[in-house]
Nanobody
Framework: QVQLVESGGGLVQPGGSLRLSCAAS????????MGWYRQAPGKVREFLVS???????TYVDSVKGRFTISRDNAKKTWYLQMSSLKPEDTAVYFC?????????WGQGTQVTVSS
């Protein structure tokens, strides 16, 4: 059984930065693809970025150059460094672990970008 716990959300001004963390517990998660999604009010959950066990990354265009995903397999933790934040980045952010058979999700952490 895998459990994911996010942290690091909060209120930030436009142009600011935040780093989200996602800690995994349970079985060896280092072999799986990890990712981040977000869901804004009234919108569907959208994919942002993923990282494979080999470190290959995939970003959605809207966050390229502003967001960076990384992972620390020893700590079973992955991160989302967000910079140049915009009001439209306001959403609940979810980490995701995909085993190829099943998706695990964290509980979500709120990110609000506002002056």
């Amino acid at each position: 059984q895998v459990q994911l716990v996010e942290s690091g959300g909060g209120l930030v001004q436009p142009g600011g930065s935040l780093r989200l963390s996602c800690a995994a517990s349970g079985s060896d998660v280092s072999i799986y693809r990890m990712g981040w999604y977000r869901q804004a009010p009234g919108k569907v959950r959208e994919f942002l970025v993923s990282i494979s066990n080999g470190g290959l990354t995939t970003y959605v265009d809207s966050v390229k150059g502003r967001f960076t995903i990384s992972r620390d397999n020893a700590k079973k933790t992955w991160y989302l460094q967000m910079s140049s934040l915009k009001p439209e980045d306001t959403a609940v952010y979810f980490c995701n672990l995909n085993t190829g058979v099943y998706d695990y999700w964290g509980q979500g952490t709120q990110v609000t970008v506002s002056s």
